[in-house]
C-alpha cells in the first residue's frame, strides 16, 4: 500500500482488480477545499488511458511489477520467445502482450518485460533503436517551401515516415513508443 503522496510515473497500480500504470500525475492544492491528486492512468492489459482523481493522503494498493532484461530470440509463428540471459531460461510471450513492439525488435535485441506475479504484462523497449530501411520510393523534392516525407518499411516491417532523402538501404533511428524517425545512423 502506498498514498497519493508517493504516486509517480511508471508506478503500477490494483485498482478494483485491474492493473494500472500512472502515466502522469499532478498534485493540486486549490485555495478552498482539500487537496487533491489528479491522475492519469493506463490499463496495462488493454492500453485504455483514463483520468482519475485521488484525495489527498489517500491509501492506493501497488502491484508488484518485476521489470527484467531479456533478450528476443524469435516467434515461432504465434508467439515471440524470450531468453534470460543470466538463467538462459525462456518464456513464451502472446502477440497482444507484445503489442505495438513487435514492429521494432530484431531478433538477439534486449529489451525489458514487466511481470506481475510471473504472468507477462508488457513489453518496453529502450527509446531508440536502430533497423534499416527495407523499402521506400525514391524521394522527389517538388515545388514545396518546407522538406516533405514520405513512408518506409523497416526490416521488421513496421512502417515510419522519413525524410524525402532517406533512401533503400540504409539504417534510421527511431522513437518505438511512438514510431517517429529521429535520424540517420552514421
Known sequence: MA???????????????????????????????GAFVRTTLKNVLSGKVVDKTFNAGVKVE????????????????????????????QISVSPETVGDAAG???????????????EPLYVELPASVELTVA????????????????PA???TGATVQVPLFIETGEKVKVDPRDGRYLGRVK
Open 153 to 155: 518499411e523497416l526490416e
Open 62 to 89: 501497488t502491484a508488484n511489477v518485476d521489470r527484467s532484461e531479456m533478450t528476443y530470440l524469435y516467434n515461432d509463428g504465434t508467439d515471440y520467445v524470450f531468453m534470460d540471459p543470466e538463467t538462459y531460461d
Open 135 to 150: 523499402h521506400t520510393d525514391p524521394g522527389v523534392q517538388g515545388d514545396r517551401s518546407t522538406g516533405g516525407s514520405k
Open 3 to 33: 498514498t497519493t503522496n508517493d504516486l509517480k510515473n511508471g508506478l503500477v497500480l490494483n485498482i478494483d482488480g485491474q492493473l494500472w500504470t500512472v502515466t502522469s500525475f499532478q498534485h493540486v492544492k486549490p485555495g478552498k477545499g
Open 104 to 118: 521494432y525488435m530484431l531478433e538477439n535485441s534486449t529489451v525489458t518485460l514487466a511481470r506481475h506475479e510471473g
